[in-house]
């Protein structure tokens, strides 16, 4: 072999060792980013559960929350239909004590009318029939009055009523959004 030839060689050889050992240390670079990147996702990897774990606990909180609310909803929806049954018997026992007094009135009319033909055929008792009649009219007039006053009471008992429906239907549709808004 010639020197020039050697000397090519030994320069390669070189080169080779030295691109050698710039493989050796890109390797235990990359080993080195392997081992980081692998510690580095199971760090990632340990919070991600214990970010999971967290997210079911809340999700169980807000699922606990969510159905004591729905409990109570659905108590004042209870409570709501037995004041809905109240008011209607009363307004039923009302109606049924105004047709019982219409009864009454009729009645009273039919006498009226009874007294006042008599009346007319017996001129001689006239004196005795315009105190009847105004005792008569008194009654209708009282009868009337208690009309009235039970019309009015009616009146105020659905006014109530209607105002608690009303405070009933804000406050269900109050719970109503803020369900939504918890399950959004």
């Known amino acids: 072999m010639t020197p020039e030839q050697e000397a090519l060689l030994v320069q390669a050889v070189l080169r080779l060792e030295t691109k050698q050992d710039r493989l050796e240390d890109s ?17 990632h990897q340990a919070e991600f559960q214990r970010a999971m774990a967290n997210s079911h606990a809340e999700f169980a909180q807000i699922t606990a929350r969510l159905d004591a609310r729905q409990s109570r909803l659905e108590e004042s929806q209870a409570e709501f239909q037995r004041a809905m049954a ?7 026992q009302i109606t049924a004590r105004l047709d019982a007094r219409q009864g009454r009135l009729e009645e009273s009319q039919a006498e009226f009318q009874r007294v006042l033909s008599e ?5 001689a008792h ?4 315009a105190e009847t009649l105004t005792s008569t ?14 019309i009015e009471r009616i009146e105020r008992r659905q006014a109530e009523s209607d105002q608690r429906f009303e ?5 269900i549709r109050y719970l109503i959004r803020r369900l939504d808004g918890l399950q959004s």
């Open 86 to 92: 109240n008011s209607h018997a009363e307004f039923a």
């Open 137 to 150: 009219q008194v009654t209708l007039m009282e009868i009337q009055q208690r009309q009235q006053e039970t």
């Open 126 to 129: 006239f004196t005795e029939w």
């Open 167 to 171: 405070v009933l239907l804000q406050e």
């Open 27 to 43: 390797h235990t670079h990359l080993e080195r980013v392997v081992a980081e990147t692998r510690a580095g996702m199971q760090q």
């Open 119 to 123: 009346t007319r055929s017996d001129v």
